[in-house]
């Protein structure tokens, strides 16, 4: 279990370098598609993600794929989304140039939309609302958020909009539920469990704890203005 949450604490650190590529996050897909949405973790480029809608987990040649997504990560599906269906990940895609191997997913809202798939959309589609999703960050150490917070991009704006503590939780959030999420993967009891379960769990809330506590003392927003300043010298070389 240790090597598991070691090797996951590294990957989820080594996610904080992307700010140096990823200040403009503007939206750029196509205002003809009939929905879009953006996978985040941060921003994963070249993956292709399937409407789920018989909740199965896989993606059949009868459900409907989207575009690939570009580098901010961005992705449109040409048709109309099932209330309540599940998007997921057919082919996985990249950070960074570095193959991207957490299977994200998210539901689709009462309004056939799907604005976002990230680490706290994945909780979504384990049974857990976005009220026992901000318990659970909540019994962690990491209060303040709200319901929309778990289903914003929490990236949007770039770094240069992350300048308050209402945004850096949300990304804090995000990235350690992605590092629990790997935690999770990597033993096969924790992944089974099921979603009283998660939210019950001494050992989860553990993970979850430490991951919190190392994102929310090294993602400071000096840590961030450092990065931009290093970005911006390094694009005025």
């Known amino acids: 279990m240790k090597k598991y949450f070691f090797y996951s604490l590294f990957l989820t650190l080594s996610l904080l370098t992307f700010s140096a590529c990823s200040s403009d996050s503007s939206s750029s897909t196509s205002s003809n598609s009939s929905v879009t949405g953006v996978l985040v973790d941060p921003f994963i480029e070249g993956a292709v993600l399937c409407e789920d809608v018989n909740l199965d987990g896989e993606c059949?040649?009868?459900?409907?794929?989207?575009?690939?997504?570009n580098a901010n990560g961005e992705f449109s599906f040409s048709n109309e989304l099932t209330a309540g269906s599940h998007i997921i990940i057919k082919e996985q895609g990249f950070h960074n140039n570095v193959p991207y191997t957490l299977k994200l997913s998210g539901v689709v809202d009462s309004e056939g939309k799907v604005d976002v798939v990230s680490p706290l959309t994945?909780?979504?589609?384990?049974?857990?609302?976005?009220?026992?999703?901000?318990?659970?960050?909540?019994?962690?150490?990491?209060?303040?958020?709200?319901?929309?917070?778990?289903?914003?991009?929490?990236?949007?704006?770039?770094?240069?909009?992350?300048?308050?503590?209402?945004?850096?939780?949300?990304?804090?959030?995000?990235?350690?539920?992605?590092?629990?999420?790997?935690?999770?993967?990597?033993?096969?009891?924790?992944?089974?469990?099921?979603?009283?379960?998660?939210?019950?769990?001494?050992?989860?809330?553990?993970?979850?704890?430490?991951?919190?506590?190392?994102?929310?003392?090294?993602?400071?927003?000096?840590?961030?203005?450092?990065?931009?300043?290093?970005?911006?010298?390094?694009?005025?070389?």
């Not at 059949?60 to 997504?69: F, H, K, R, V």
């Open 122 to 237: 994945t909780l979504q589609t384990k049974s857990l609302s976005a009220t026992q999703i901000r318990g659970l960050l909540e019994n962690a150490g990491l209060s303040g958020l709200s319901d929309d917070d778990i289903f914003s991009n929490p990236l949007e704006g770039g770094i240069n909009t992350l300048n308050s503590d209402d945004k850096l939780k949300r990304l804090h959030a995000s990235l350690a539920t992605y590092g629990m999420l790997k935690v999770l993967k990597g033993s096969k009891r924790l992944s089974e469990l099921t979603s009283t379960e998660l939210l019950n769990s001494t050992e989860v809330n553990q993970i979850l704890s430490a991951m919190i506590s190392t994102i929310s003392s090294t993602l400071s927003k000096q840590k961030l203005d450092d990065i931009q300043s290093s970005a911006d010298a390094f694009n005025q070389v």
């Open 60 to 69: 059949t040649s009868a459900e409907q794929l989207s575009t690939a997504t």
